[in-house]
């Protein structure tokens, strides 16, 4: 069965500080794998989206990495912002016959940026 | 700049109840589809559309329709409401099938009592 698992479930950190958010996942075959950030009471928004070919992806204090061998993804956050704050969602895309991509999401860790 | 805009909000309804969840994008993208989300569990594709007068089932169809008859709108109908449909309900846009990431709506809060 396809599935996508996200750890940990939640975190707390203090402004300023780096985390490392992780997402391992079983789906095969493998077409992309994408972060998004979702904020409380809003939809999911992209951060970054990789290929098999590509092990890492930067969008500004957000930086992805991927591992396709090991089935496994990351989610480095530099210098936290109180703005953080937010669920963020792994996405493994499912490369089908006749073009199309099947979805699998994870169900996010829940980030609490404090002071 | 709207993105993909969805109406209402928010909607208490009643069991049995019928309703159309609206879903508007303003970026001409072909690809269109609606998702639940519900505590402990990641979104799930409701049904989705590559095109105008083109729609298909996703993962948890039973008990919705949709159709497609612009581009910009994908109305996603509750038939007889029940309370297991009590969810957060979101729409999303792309280019087409392939080309993610979704433009996601900011999503309809829906309680069936």
């Known amino acids: 069965k396809n599935q996508v698992e996200q750890s940990p479930q939640s975190l707390i950190i203090l402004e300023g500080k780096n985390c490392t958010l992780q997402?391992?996942?079983?789906?095969?075959?493998?077409?992309?794998l994408r972060w998004y950030k979702q904020d409380t009471g809003r939809g999911p928004v992209s951060l970054t989206i990789?290929?098999?070919?590509?092990n890492t992806k930067s969008n500004g204090r957000y930086t992805a990495t991927l591992d396709a061998d090991t089935k496994q993804s990351s989610l480095h956050i530099t210098a936290s912002q109180l703005s953080d704050s937010a669920s963020y969602i792994c996405v493994v895309s499912l490369e089908e016959a006749g073009g199309g991509n099947k979805l699998t999401f994870g169900t996010g860790t829940q980030l609490k940026v404090e002071l | 700049n709207a993105g993909v805009t969805q109406t209402p909000k928010f909607q208490v309804l009643k069991t049995g109840q019928s309703m159309t969840l609206q879903c508007a994008q303003d970026m001409n993208h072909e690809y269109m589809s609606w998702y639940r989300q519900d505590p402990g569990m990641g979104l799930r594709l409701i049904h989705y559309?590559?095109?105008?007068?083109?729609?298909d089932q996703g993962e948890v169809p039973n008990g919705y329709n949709v159709s497609r008859s612009t581009t910009e709108d994908f109305p996603l109908r509750l038939l007889s409401a029940a309370p297991s449909q009590t969810s957060v309900y979101f729409c999303?846009?792309?280019?087409?099938?392939?080309?993610?990431?979704?433009?996601f709506g900011d999503g309809t809060r829906l309680s069936i009592l």
């Open positions: 559309s590559v095109g105008a007068g083109i729609t």
């Open positions: 997402c391992n996942y079983t789906v095969s075959p493998f077409s992309n």
């Open positions: 999303a846009s792309s280019p087409d099938r392939r080309e993610r990431p979704q433009h």
């Open positions: 990789m290929t098999f070919s590509e």
